[in-house]
């Protein structure tokens, strides 16, 4: 049997969030395209949220403690192809909202999914809707998404798939590259879009329309 126990796991997921004016935005564009990066194709996202049943208010969920986690159910569609994915992400360092341990996995169905979670003890608290398309840089293992959220806006998110003894490293990489592109260090979003949407326009006293 293979001994994989001296092995760097590299699912710590580093990324770093931005929100973006329509010049940076073709900034931002207008780079890949130099970098010839690889366009991996435009996506329309629902994003549903869960909290446990007796979550009141978001200050019971704020992710800062290791160990504190998001539950996503996300519906992609591509090209009138949709697909759903359950995905959790977990704090690994205190207050750290850049590098977290991240695990996915394709369901067969959004509605199911909801209700399994609702028959679990969750309830959803927040729904996000965006077009996202996505880029690949290879020689940096460098994924740089845009999205154009429902209600909100331009933002961009960089995220780099390494090891936690790497991550510090990936971190640098990404501020970068968001410093060659004309981001301010006060666009950058410390926890994460999301999470600053969450802060405003998320419910705990009633049901979300899927």
Request: charged letters at 30%; hydrophobic letters at 35%; aromatic letters at 10%.
């Amino acid at each position: 049997m293979k001994d994989d126990s001296n092995k760097t796991q590299d699912n710590i997921e580093v990324e770093i969030r931005a929100i973006l004016d329509e010049i940076q935005a073709k900034a931002l564009l207008a780079s890949l395209d130099a970098s010839k990066a690889e366009y991996k194709g435009e996506e329309k996202l629902i994003d549903l949220y869960f909290c446990k049943n007796e979550v009141k208010e978001f200050s019971e969920i704020e992710m800062n403690e290791v160990g504190t986690y998001s539950l996503r159910l996300r519906e992609k569609e591509n090209k009138n192809l949709k697909v759903t994915d359950l995905n959790i992400k977990v704090i690994t360092t205190f207050g750290d909202h850049n590098a977290w341990e991240e695990h996915e996995t394709e369901v067969s169905s959004f509605k199911e999914s909801y209700t399994i979670l609702q028959t679990l003890g969750f309830k959803p608290f927040f729904k996000l809707q965006k077009t996202r398309k996505s880029y690949y840089l290879k020689d940096t293992n460098m994924t740089v998404i845009l999205d154009n959220i429902y209600d909100f806006g331009l933002a961009t998110e960089i995220e780099i798939i390494t090891s936690q003894n790497n991550s510090e490293n990936a971190k640098q990489i990404i501020k970068d590259y968001l410093t060659k592109v004309g981001v301010k260090p006060d666009q950058i979003v410390p926890k994460s879009i999301t999470n600053f949407l969450m802060n405003k326009k998320a419910r705990f006293d009633r049901t979300i329309n899927l």
